[in-house]
């Protein structure tokens, strides 16, 4: 099975900032690449497939990139709606569609 | 409005069963494939099972496989998930998601999700 590490586990950062989210597969997954966002108590919501694409209604800010196995999740100025838990999925081949540990980003 | 809207979690003891019903509803159902995710309380998120849009192919994760059971009823717009001989770490908010498809066919993300049901596997 594919193995997905994302890191760091936790970030805190203040409103303004760029804030870099990363993701590795343990093989190619060319661009086989999911982001979602989890707030507290709700379900997750995604952001970005194919690496790099974002869904309808998902701020500019947003933005991934990579392929292969090195990918990142980059918001480029944090804003207070953004406090939340990002997880990358890889979707390559059939099932599992294995989810990185996630990303919790708090404020500082 | 696309709704999905899970059912069926409670409290059981470890050895028990559960059936978790997803009902579906804003789409039609029996064009998408559908697959469980769940969280345990303050963990990350772990693929669980998967099941095409006829309901003739299906995948487990290794750690339920044999366990647990997806299937559904195009009829009835619903997803199901049968577990059996249930364990401590199957404790989780157990949601079901609908598999999207790119435009090209080639790319697959979750959503929507729905709320979750909570399993709390205890003695």
């Known amino acids: 099975d594919i193995q997905v590490t994302q890191s760091p586990s936790s970030l805190s950062a203040s409103i303004g900032d760029r804030v870099t989210i990363t993701c590795r597969a343990s093989?190619?997954?060319?661009?086989?690449l999911n982001w979602y966002q989890q707030k507290p108590g709700k379900a997750p919501k995604f952001l970005i497939y194919?690496?790099?694409t974002l869904q309808s209604g998902v701020p500019s800010r947003f933005s991934g990139s990579g392929s292969g196995t090195d990918f990142t999740l980059t918001i480029s100025s944090l804003q207070p709606e953004d406090f939340a838990t990002y997880y990358c999925?890889?979707?390559?081949?059939?099932?599992?569609?294995?989810f990185g540990q996630g990303t919790k980003v708090e404020i500082k | 409005e696309v709704q999905l809207v899970e059912s069926g979690g409670g409290l059981v003891r470890p050895g028990g069963s559960l059936r978790l019903s997803c009902a579906a509803s804003?789409?039609?159902?029996?064009?998408?494939?559908m697959t469980w995710v769940r969280q345990a309380p303050g963990r990350g998120l772990e693929w669980v099972s998967y099941?095409?849009?006829?309901?003739?192919?299906?995948y487990y994760a290794d750690s339920v496989k044999g366990r647990f059971t997806i299937s559904r009823d195009n009829a009835k717009n619903s997803l199901y998930l049968q577990m059996n001989s249930l364990r401590d770490d199957d404790t989780a908010v157990y949601y079901c998601?609908?598999?999207?498809?790119?435009?090209?066919?080639?790319?697959?993300?979750?959503?929507?999700w729905g709320q979750g049901t909570l399993v709390t596997v205890s003695s």
């Open positions: 999925q890889q979707s390559y081949s059939t099932p599992p569609y294995t």
């Open positions: 093989q190619n997954i060319r661009n086989y």
């Open positions: 804003g789409f039609i159902f029996s064009n998408f494939e």
């Open positions: 998601a609908r598999e999207w498809v790119s435009d090209n066919g080639d790319y697959e993300v979750f959503d929507p």
């Open positions: 194919a690496a790099s």
């Open positions: 099941i095409s849009s006829s309901g003739d192919t299906v």
